[in-house]
């Protein structure tokens, strides 16, 4: 049975448009505070934020919703959604929500709900959480002296650098290196900084000034191009973009190439296997990853397990499976030694030590393998299941076997916003391009 509000990362969607609206938050804080109820002791839950204009609204919302339920609220403010993760675990709070809508647009918001453990929650739990939604809660809501209290609390900035800082060998510099960092005028715009000026770099900094309405707009890792003139501008070693939220991260080689999310993988994957320190001999990665990786990957002994595009489901497939390692395409890179979510900022950190222990330039050492040609298009539609049209399905049908085994074929609906992605990776270029525009076409002209 499908979802009414959660989505591949949470509920998400137009600010003050349904779901993402006051009433539909101080509901899903009712929720969540009843649902996470394990005993008589005062129950708290951290809550954190990007720097959207409507998180005010949101936070404001499922504060009420939480209170009323009897839990007690600590204000994080501003912060990455992987510090929020590691806030819930180490606070010991029975919940933590991250406020934010990641790469999207300032006018879209949404609420990320991590567990006690700081594991985004399963499917089953998201599902009992809707079905609470729907319900009249207000029979079992706190009353008197059990009402929860709500407060910001200062020092969670310092306790992120500090974790992110120990991801790192203990002797660890970027003495020497020149770094340029966009952090999207996002969530990250203090901490990231602030842990490369730590561990010695010149830093530049851009997408640091926030103002409610810039967040992810010509900036951040779905932005890049800021960053790539930025490099080489002030002739930066390297360059990081990470994305509104900074659970994501791109990075910039010295020349102003981007690097993708498959390309670090392979880097990290292979540096973490030479150490002894890759467990279950492989990495956890997508539908989206490129083919590429996978034939490098098969060249160091390792394999890939695949896995439907969402970095909750690549993370449910590392633990059930006892993987330490994995990602997506995107940049989303989840290392389980360090934390419970993909962390843009410690991804790079790990990239950084890579580079520093190597001795060679980002683009020599960043470059693992050769892409096979991949296209990615979305075709927006406005309603209906254009999927299920005959006509898409033939397209479809027939790019599979035009491809054959020398290829891959993609198609899915986006999780987050009401688009198809077609994506086609093969040997012969001009193939791909064909039967992606067939694709395409059908898609249109059904939508």
């Known amino acids: 049975m499908g979802k009414r509000y959660f989505g591949t990362d949470g509920i998400r969607g137009k600010a003050n448009l349904h779901p993402m609206t006051p009433d539909v938050a101080m509901k899903v804080g009712m929720a ?40 007690d609220v600590f204000l994080l403010g501003p912060m990455p959604t992987p510090a929020v993760a590691m806030l819930t675990r180490s606070m010991r709070a029975d919940i933590g929500i991250m406020i934010s809508a990641s790469h999207n647009p300032f006018d879209d918001n949404g609420i990320k709900l991590f567990g006690p453990d700081g594991y985004k929650l399963s499917d089953e ?50 003495e020497g290196l020149r770094v340029a960092i966009d952090c999207a005028n996002g969530a990250a715009y203090r901490v990231a900084p602030a842990v490369l000026w730590e561990l ?7 997408g640091v000034e926030p103002d409610g309405t810039n967040i992810n707009l010509n900036c951040g890792s779905t932005e890049p191009l800021a960053l790539q003139d930025k490099v080489r501008e002030v002739r930066a070693d390297i360059g990081i973009a990470l994305d509104g939220d900074a659970d994501r991260v791109l990075i910039v080689n010295e020349l102003g190439e981007i690097v993708d999310g498959d390309q670090l993988m392979a880097v990290i994957a292979d540096s973490w296997a030479g ?37 909750r489901y690549v993370v449910e497939h590392m633990r059930e499976h ?32 890579v580079v520093r222990r190597s001795g060679g ?82 898609l249109q002209a059904a939508a």
């Open 32 to 71: 969540v505070g009843l649902a996470f109820r394990r005993g008589s002791y005062r129950h708290r839950v951290v809550i954190g934020k990007d720097t959207r204009l409507s998180g005010y609204m949101i936070e404001n919302a499922l504060v009420a919703g939480l209170t009323s339920a009897g839990v």
């Open 125 to 174: 739990v998201e599902r009992t959480i809707e079905s609470m939604i729907e319900e009249d809660l207000s029979p079992r809501l706190a009353k008197g002296t059990m009402l929860g209290r709500a407060k910001r609390v200062d020092g969670v900035h310092d306790r992120y650098i500090e974790f992110a800082k120990r991801t790192l060998p203990r002797d660890f510099t970027l």
């Open 200 to 206: 010695g770099a010149e830093i530049v900094k851009i």
């Open 275 to 311: 150490e002894g320190r890759l467990a279950a001999g492989g990495v956890v990665a997508t539908i989206m990853s490129n083919l590429g990786l996978e034939r490098f990957l098969e060249t160091r002994g390792l394999q890939l397990a695949r896995t439907k595009v969402g970095d």
């Open 322 to 353: 006892g993987y330490n390692f994995g990602g997506e395409q995107s940049g989303h890179i989840v290392m389980s030694d360090f934390g419970t979510t993909g962390d843009g900022l410690v991804s790079a950190l790990q990239i950084l030590d």
């Open 361 to 442: 330039t980002v683009s020599e050492v960043c470059r693992k393998f050769e892409p096979v040609p991949q296209i990615l298009r979305n075709v927006r539609f406005a309603g209906g299941e254009p999927l299920e049209k005959d006509t898409v399905r033939l397209a479809i049908d027939n790019g599979r076997v035009r491809l054959g085994n020398a290829g891959r074929l993609v198609i899915r609906p986006s999780g987050t916003e009401p688009l198809i992605r077609v994506m086609a990776e093969g040997d012969d270029p001009a193939l791909v391009d064909s039967v992606v525009d067939d694709i395409v076409g059908a």
